[in-house]
């Protein structure tokens, strides 16, 4: 059975950190370049970073360049995104998902998200 799990959300202040993680099995973890995709309330699914297969690349959304830096340990088949100085904007579940192609075109799985929430 395939699975993706994220954990390490939660209720932060504005300014603060908070580190995701995402855990994958039932799957070839590094056949997959990984994202984390979120969705604000009452707001549609907005990509924020990416990861190639070995880790050697990854890529932001403007909004979040400079503040956010994902990374994988593909032995522990465990995709991260390490989120600083967090805006209440950044409020959202966030998800990750694989996508075969490294392209944001098609994503075979994803998870069921990790919930965060900026505010003082």
């Known amino acids: 059975e395939v699975q993706l799990v994220e954990s390490g959300g939660g209720l932060v202040q504005p300014g603060g950190s908070l580190r995701l993680s995402c855990a994958a099995s039932?799957?070839?973890?590094?056949?997959?370049?990984m994202s984390w995709v979120r969705q604000a309330p009452g707001k549609g699914l907005e990509w924020v970073s990416s990861?190639?297969?070995?880790?050697?690349?990854?890529s932001y959304a403007d909004s979040v360049k400079g503040r956010f830096t994902i990374s994988r340990d593909n032995a522990k088949n465990t995709v991260y995104l390490q989120m600083n100085t967090l805006k209440p904007e950044d409020t959202a579940v966030y998800y990750c998902?694989?996508?075969?192609?490294?392209?944001?075109?098609?994503?075979?799985?994803w998870g069921r998200g990790t919930q965060v929430t900026v505010s003082s």
């Open positions: 990861i190639d297969w070995k880790g050697g690349d990854s």
């Open positions: 998902a694989a996508d075969p192609s490294n392209d944001g075109l098609r994503y075979d799985y």
């Open positions: 039932g799957f070839t973890f590094d056949d997959y370049a």
